[in-house]
């Protein structure tokens, strides 16, 4: 029955392929009851019941339930905290969850907190440039810039560009990433020459390496639009919005919200 550890690991693997392929609403109605029956059969501690926990806090905050994620998560924040210590890896992973969701639900001066404590723990623990540390870098620094606080939340940025180019190859997708996202900010605070040259440089690797109709892509493309309207070439600007709304129709249709922001 559906209270076997084997049957609810299937269905945990069937509500994993759900969320990858994009049915969000199946793959969260079949984690709260996978989460409730773990908790019944496995105890609210165990390490399944855990990592149940821990994806359906994310899914909850993907729908857009907030006050339900982030009660959630500081639990299993909590408790990752009392069974391993606060500066275990694991511990730092949810803290870093607990941020991001704080910053999806607009409480960028708790978010600020959480994200930093989690950057300062895991460059000690981890060191400076490992995947996880630079990962929580990169997360504060988009706080910054949304606060505002752009001298450290650009120097952070170009940071973390330059230490995965490093670390993982110019063309390697995180790289790719944090240079797209880079680029956004720049626009922000109206540097257009650098973000025009970065982002040129760059979305043709990104073309090659991601596809045109990753997310991604589609947001360097609309970088380089505005990048081509601010420095004032209007013909490079036009082409790149006329080939953004055909992705973004092949996409989602041309009716969908984000079709019409093309």
Same mark, same amino acid.
């Given at each position: ?65 907030? @006050? &339900?994620? /982030?009660? %959630? ?8 905290? *009392?069974? =391993? $210590? +606060? #500066? !275990? ?61 752009? @001298? &450290?939340? /650009?120097? %952070? ?8 180019? *490093?670390? =993982? $190859? +110019? #063309? !390697? ?64 600007? /036009? ?13 989602? $249709?041309?009716? !969908? ?6």
């Amino acid at each position: 029955g559906e209270r076997d550890p084997q049957v609810l690991s299937l269905m945990t693997n069937l509500g994993i392929s759900f969320a990858r392929t994009g049915e969000m609403p199946k793959a969260r109605a079949l984690f709260e009851k996978i989460y409730v029956l773990r908790r019944e059969v496995l105890g609210p501690e165990d390490e399944d019941t855990l990592g149940t926990m821990s994806n359906l806090a994310v899914m909850r905050a993907i729908a857009g339930d907030l @006050d &339900e994620a /982030l009660a %959630m998560q500081r639990e299993r924040l909590a408790i990752s905290e *009392r069974q =391993l $210590g +606060a #500066e !275990h890896p694991l511990t730092l992973d949810q803290r870093g969850n607990l941020g991001n969701m704080l910053l999806d639900d607009g409480q960028m001066d708790a978010a600020e907190v959480e994200l930093r404590a989690t950057l300062e723990a895991r460059t000690r623990v981890l060191g400076p440039e490992s995947p996880q540390t630079l990962r929580s870098r990169l997360n504060l620094s988009s706080v910054l810039v949304r606060q505002q606080k752009f @001298d &450290e939340g /650009l120097a %952070m940025e170009q940071s973390v560009v330059e230490a995965r180019t *490093r670390v =993982l $190859g +110019a #063309e !390697h997708p995180d790289t790719l990433f944090a240079t797209i996202n880079h680029a956004g900010s720049l626009l922000k605070v109206d540097r257009y020459a650098e973000s025009d040259a970065l982002i040129t440089a760059t979305l043709p690797v990104a073309r090659r390496v991601l596809g045109t109709r990753h997310p991604q892509f589609m947001a360097a493309l609309s970088i380089a639009m505005r990048a081509a309207q601010e420095r004032g070439r209007p013909a490079d600007a /036009l082409a790149a919005a006329e080939e953004l709304l055909a992705l973004r129709i092949a996409a989602a $249709g041309p009716t !969908h919200p984000e079709t019409a922001l093309a």
